[in-house]
């Protein structure tokens, strides 16, 4: 079945970066964009931004211009997410998904929890 | 702030019909076709309602999406004590892909 599997949840100190990556498995991993969503606790979904796994083009919300990048390693069939100059505002769960017709998200990864904290 | 509104909280009864709006602009719903996540607690968001009113496969014919210019409408009908989660509308707002800020759906 569809699937994407995220890395573990991160504890990081302010001013650090962190890296999460999305392992997909059950379809053509360079078929489909991959997209990363955020969200603080008790808060709303936060779009960031998508990448063309095929392409390796990548597009991303203003608000994170500058500080995530998003990646991929097709021989392995994962994508990551990179977010830098973190601060405590950057607390929370992240998403990868999977965009069907570039559009629609399913299926969502199973989240991972990080933490900035001094 | 979310680009697109959607009220903070709905509640129903059992076998009760409740909507859930969703309203835009006309750089996104007007002009984009909406989609729905349902998200129960402690879980990954999950697909409901694909291009305004499509349901995956395995979503129950309860769920239901409308649009009507920049505006958007989930109508679970039936309701069921599982239906308790959030619900999120979404859109495409130029290249950005952008949410409502929620509903927390209470069954009482």
């Known amino acids: 079945q569809v699937q994407l599997v995220q890395s573990g949840a991160e504890v990081k100190k302010p001013g650090a970066s962190v890296k999460v990556s999305c392992k997909a498995s059950g379809y053509t991993f360079t078929s489909y964009d991959i997209n990363w969503v955020r969200q603080a606790t008790g808060q709303g979904l936060e779009w960031m931004g998508w990448m063309n796994p095929n392409s390796g083009n990548t597009g991303y919300a203003q608000k994170f211009q500058g500080r995530v990048t998003i990646t991929r390693n097709t021989s392995i069939s994962t994508a990551y997410m990179e977010l830098s100059s973190l601060r405590s505002e950057d607390t929370a769960v992240y998403y990868c998904?999977?965009?069907?017709?570039?559009?629609?998200?399913?299926?969502w990864g199973q989240g991972t929890l990080v933490t900035v904290s001094s | 702030q979310s680009v697109l509104t959607q009220p903070p909280s709905a509640s129903g009864t059992p076998g009760q019909r409740v909507t859930i709006s969703c309203s835009g602009s006309?750089?996104?719903?007007?002009?984009?076709?909406v989609y729905w996540y349902q998200q129960l607690p402690g879980t990954a968001p999950k697909l409901l309602i694909y291009r305004n009113n499509q349901r995956p496969s395995g979503v129950p014919d309860r769920f239901s999406g409308s649009k009507s210019g920049t505006s958007a409408s989930l109508a679970i009908s039936g309701l069921r004590s599982e239906d308790e989660a959030d619900y999120y509308c979404?859109?495409?707002?130029?290249?950005?892909?952008?949410f409502g800020g929620g509903t927390k759906l209470t069954v009482l």
């Open positions: 006309s750089s996104n719903i007007g002009s984009n076709y």
């Open positions: 979404a859109a495409w707002d130029d290249s950005l892909r952008v």
């Open positions: 998904a999977r965009a069907r017709a570039r559009s629609w998200f399913d299926p």
